[in-house]
């Protein structure tokens, strides 16, 4: 059953697209930014270099990516959401900091993005809500120049943990796995990245990373209580949770922040993989 499920859900971001989901991307991104940051060193991302984001969202990445390539490089970001990409690129472009643009798409379905190959390819947390991951990274290859990169960051979900243990925080971190387990999303995705380079034809990575925050109470809880409330019509709907109860949830948790008491917060390991296209 719940296979069934997952197939018909897997089409819907499980996280919605409201503007508070935008909103917790952009805290998100202020989170992952040191890693993808990182990432972009190892490969050498510099000034000129044509950068394509699969799965752009709100475009805190291609902020990012044009710090790397400046007003001599260009990026693109692709995204189905319209309305958040224009929105995107208007910021971006105001900013004179690189040439952007934004293509409206389906990055799962769209055959022809047009224009010349791209020095880089990237995709950060978009792979996991992928019906075909492996389909995907063979449309980005095809999009990347000989001698460019393919780089690919996402999650293992499985390291989250707190200590001390909270009853609330297992209640909260039940509903998130459960509702996105159940809408077809891998939580193991990330660790499995190298083996789908190799199944699409890619190779075997030229290089990995790994990151996994280790942060006080307060940061920690405030990017899985906004998760918990973007995915809760879903999980309401699949019968995970209700309202009443999560209400309840979100009031335990808040008082635990407030009680003096000190936590060690685990977050998602993020993995880094990147692969240079022969000459």
Known sequence: MIQQEAMLLRDDYVLGRSAEEYDRLRLQAQVLEPATRRVFQSIGLRPGWSCLEFGCGPGEVMWLMGEFVGPSGEVTGLDRDGKAGREAIKRLQASGTSRYRFI??????????????FDLTFARLALLYARDPVAVLRKMYSRTKSGGYIVVQDYHVCTVNLYPKLEAYSELMRVILETCERSGQDMEFAFKLPTYFVEAGIGTPDGTDMNVPLTPFEPFMAMFQAVCRSLLPKAIELGVTTEARMERVFRDIQQ??????HYSALWPLMVGVWKRKPL
């Open 104 to 117: 409206e798409a389906n990055w799962e379905s769209v055959d022809e993005i047009g224009g010349p190959l």
């Open 256 to 261: 635990a922040a407030s009680d003096g008491r």
